[in-house]
């Protein structure tokens, strides 16, 4: 056989091995759904063997972002199982929270590339639970796991209404981190987010089944406090802002030291909606700002 036969056979060969594994794995459905960050809800079917994520156009899911190395992370689907990779990146892969080299994804699992969000779904009925997922994020935020904003105003109107009717107390806390922005400058918006979602965990913690927790905007978060009444909503406040003076903030090797502001309000003769109830406490917490910060305002 000449060289060029011979070099013609191992062409061919070469091109059906890769042919063979380039082919799709069976048996294990699954996708990626962003829960924060740009594209909210967008849905990534992992239908690929292997799939890269980074900021590089030629990614096969592309997030567009500073913190985002070019060649992030890939995932490796086998069929059996599928498996989050880090490749080296300069900000790390996170799930769950946890800095991660290599590891076996689980239905559930939350995946942080970056400043943007994944939740891992896989199982016999996908679309149903994606479809669940797009619902909960009407209501959720996706960086806290605390409602949203949205949520919180829809509750606000009727815990009014069931209080003005039944003549029963309720009350407002709302807080602002301060000097966030110091935090996001100096460490970067990673940090950030992380304090954000410490923050809501820890304050979630202490909260009764029928209290509200909502990130009402930004660094902002509101508890909604049915039938307690402002002297007992002012010493809850205070045990908040205790809680997250002492609460140990770390982000990497960087201790983080947080503090909160409140402000206080309830329903009254002379507060009677939702808005008035919201302004009262924004203007308490702005009021707590002013005078120093890390205090209470009711």
Do not use: W
């Given at each position: 056989?000449s060289?060029?036969?011979e070099?013609?056979?191992?062409?061919?060969?070469?091109?059906?091995?890769i042919s063979?594994i380039a082919?799709?794995p069976?048996?294990?459905?699954?996708?990626?759904?962003v829960i924060?960050?740009?594209?909210?809800g967008?849905k990534?079917?992992l239908?690929?063997?292997?799939?890269?994520?980074?900021?590089s156009?030629?990614?096969?899911?592309q997030?567009?972002?500073?913190?985002v190395?070019?060649n992030?992370?890939k995932?490796?689907?086998?069929?059996q199982?599928?498996?989050?990779?880090?490749?080296g990146?300069?900000?790390?892969?996170?799930?769950?929270?946890?800095?991660?080299?290599?590891?076996?994804?689980?239905?559930?699992?939350?995946?942080k590339?970056?400043?943007t969000?994944?939740?891992f779904?896989?199982?016999?009925?996908?679309e149903?639970?994606y479809?669940?997922?797009?619902y909960?994020?009407?209501t959720?935020?996706?960086?806290?796991?605390?409602?949203?904003?949205?949520y919180?105003?829809?509750?606000?109107?009727?815990e009014?209404?069931?209080?003005?009717?039944?003549?029963r107390e309720?009350?407002?806390?709302m807080f602002?981190?301060?000097?966030?922005?110091?935090?996001n400058?100096?460490?970067?918006h990673?940090?950030?987010d992380?304090?954000?979602?410490?923050?809501a965990?820890t304050?979630?913690?202490?909260?009764?089944r029928e209290?509200?927790?909502?990130?009402?905007?930004?660094?902002?978060?509101?508890?909604?406090?049915?039938?307690?009444e402002?002297?007992?909503?002012q010493?809850?406040a205070?045990?908040i802002?205790?809680?997250?003076?002492k609460?140990?903030?770390?982000?990497?090797?960087?201790?983080?030291a947080?503090?909160?502001s409140?402000?206080?309000?309830?329903?009254?003769?002379?507060?009677?909606?939702?808005?008035?109830?919201v302004?009262a406490?924004?203007?308490?917490?702005?009021?707590?700002?002013?005078?120093g910060?890390?205090?209470v305002?009711?």
């Amino acid at each position: 056989m000449s060289d060029d036969a011979e070099e013609r056979v191992r062409s061919k060969t070469v091109i059906t091995v890769i042919s063979r594994i380039a082919e799709r794995p069976v048996g294990k459905e699954a996708c990626l759904v962003v829960i924060y960050g740009m594209e909210l809800g967008k849905k990534f079917n992992l239908e690929g063997q292997t799939i890269i994520l980074g900021r590089s156009a030629k990614s096969d899911i592309q997030i567009d972002q500073e913190s985002v190395s070019r060649n992030h992370a890939k995932i490796m689907n086998t069929g059996q199982s599928i498996i989050l990779r880090d490749l080296g990146s300069t900000n790390g892969t996170y799930v769950n929270d946890e800095l991660i080299d290599e590891y076996v994804l689980r239905d559930g699992d939350f995946i942080k590339i970056g400043r943007t969000i994944f939740k891992f779904l896989t199982g016999s009925n996908i679309e149903n639970a994606y479809h669940e997922e797009i619902y909960r994020l009407t209501t959720v935020d996706g960086l806290t796991q605390v409602f949203n904003k949205r949520y919180f105003m829809e509750a606000l109107e009727r815990e009014m209404s069931r209080a003005a009717r039944y003549r029963r107390e309720l009350s407002l806390i709302m807080f602002d981190i301060d000097h966030f922005k110091k935090i996001n400058d100096s460490l970067g918006h990673l940090a950030g987010d992380l304090v954000l979602k410490q923050l809501a965990a820890t304050v979630r913690a202490k909260i009764r089944r029928e209290d509200i927790l909502a990130r009402y905007g930004g660094e902002e978060f509101a508890i909604l406090l049915p039938e307690i009444e402002h002297q007992n909503a002012q010493q809850f406040a205070e045990k908040i802002r205790k809680l997250v003076e002492k609460q140990a903030f770390k982000f990497e090797q960087s201790k983080i030291a947080v503090t909160v502001s409140v402000g206080v309000s309830s329903a009254s003769a002379e507060i009677q909606n939702g808005s008035d109830l919201v302004k009262a406490a924004d203007d308490r917490l702005y009021q707590a700002k002013e005078s120093g910060r890390n205090k209470v305002v009711g």
